[in-house]
């Protein structure tokens, strides 16, 4: 009589395997003897195989952990950096301190290449800056910028020319990535850099968002 056994073929033995997964475990000699195809090298033993595995596994999870902790700190050091703007603004005894401590912040601290604000009134004590800009809500110019300021979240990537004119001017050629900030009744924020990829599509914007709002709020301040 022929034993059932061998009657089975591989297809049958892998199904039997997987319903019996620590098969292995009652025979480790199996484990040992067993040889895996590697598609980088010749065949190695099920046991080295396994290892290989879980080192790649560990491999990609120290990348990840290392990751998560070099975005931990640059949120912990955009948060104090944040923050201290927002002190400083609130130190400022009028319109034109609040804006300038926001473009000084914005080129030193946050490493602006270009800083510009667009504000829909005047701010009285600020002459002749390149990084201000007074154009009026229903002026034609701001026609581009229409959706932005009503949906009023912020934007980063590369921007059509005609944005990049209205905010930049003449050295418009020179950004190739901005990071803009809509401040709904009140004007625009933007900053502007050198590198193509130095502001993208889904980074986060909620420092931006903050840094807006500080902005907003101590302009209202002086409103009148």
Known sequence: MTDSGERLGAHEVA??????????????DLALSLLVPREDGPAASLASYQLDVLRDKNRELNRRLQDLYANAQENERLAVRTHQLTLAMMRERDAAGTARAMAASLAEDFNGDLVRIVLFDAVPGIDDADWLQIIPQNDAQLASFRDCLEDGEPLCGRLQPEKNAVLY???????????????????LLAVGSHEPNRFYPGM?????????????????????
């Open 15 to 28: 199904v039997w395997l997987r319903r019996h997964p620590k098969f292995l475990q009652q025979f480790p």
């Open 169 to 187: 001017g003449v050295r418009a050629p020179e950004v190739q990535s901005t990071a803009l900030v809509p401040m709904p009744g009140v004007g």
């Open 204 to 224: 986060g914007t909620l420092f931006l968002r903050m840094m807006g709002e500080a902005l907003a709020t101590g302009l209202a301040r002086y409103a009148r």
